[in-house]
């Protein structure tokens, strides 16, 4: 069945607690673009999503590739200069992506909720390292979810990328080996893969259960990728947390 991008997706349903809900959207069906960036079309998109999650607002971030997370103490519609940020509140909270991870936790008893943009450099900077660290439950009841994202075929790197996560104190006892490969058609290239490293480094932390989405930002033509061509447009993760009422 053919991927459908202009519909809201929801990952792991019936298998989250009570009141929470993983989801994501966003891509091209033809002419018609789905798309969550900063414009006044995403906007708009924007304000369909939350009316379709039945909530006042989604909670974004303005991204920067760093390792900052932010504690939510209070409804808002954007947290700025964090790429990842955990609350407690009922609501939304999104992460925009076009190839770089959406990393998107809740906790067992659905108290809890989180996201995540990690990019290489965000990454190699231990911003999933932050992140977990801000949950006050055990990290082993964490429920991770990793979103469409560029894979390891179509990732390719310098040296400079390669020497980031060699020299990275939060991949100092990780075996990154497996995940970074010379390239086999040009020399001094590598093929990195960003999605098993988040793993790599979540497992490193005591994280419970990661599920990765199988989606390729950059193969799947039908998504959003700025490596494929330059594009503006983004995807939209995320979680929504209703109240128990």
């Known amino acids: 069945m053919p991927l459908n991008t202009l519909e809201t997706h929801f990952p792991l349903a019936g298998n989250l607690p009570q009141g929470v809900r993983f989801w994501w959207g966003g891509g091209q069906a033809g002419p018609e673009v789905r798309s969550f960036d900063r414009s006044e079309q995403g906007q708009k998109a924007l304000a369909d999503l939350a009316a379709e999650l039945q909530v006042h607002a989604i909670t974004r971030m303005r991204q920067v590739h760093g390792g900052k997370c932010t504690f939510v103490h209070m409804p ?11 609350s407690t509140l009922a609501g939304a909270y999104g992460v925009m992506t076009a190839d770089c991870l959406p990393v998107v936790a809740c906790s067992s008893d659905g108290q809890q909720v ?18 977990v660290d801000r949950f006050s439950c055990e990290s082993q ?36 080996r497996p995940h970074i490969r010379p390239d086999a058609f040009e020399v001094g290239k590598y093929r990195l893969d960003l999605k098993q490293l988040a793993v790599a480094q979540l497992r490193s932390l005591g994280v419970g259960c990661v599920v990765v989405s199988d989606l390729c ?10 490596r494929r061509n330059a594009t503006h447009h983004r995807i939209l993760c995320g979680v929504v947390k209703k109240d128990p009422s």
């Open 114 to 131: 989180g996201v995540a943009h990690a990019g290489w450099r965000g990454l190699a900077a231990g911003v999933l390292a932050s992140w």
């Open 141 to 176: 009841a964490l429920t991770v979810w990793i979103g469409p994202a560029i894979c390891h075929s179509c990732f390719q790197v310098g040296h400079d990328v390669v020497s980031a996560f060699e020299q990275a104190p939060e991949f100092e006892n990780i075996d990154i």
């Open 217 to 226: 930002t950059m193969c799947e033509h039908s998504l959003h990728s700025y």
């Open 76 to 86: 808002s519609d954007e947290l700025t200069d964090t790429d990842a940020c955990v």
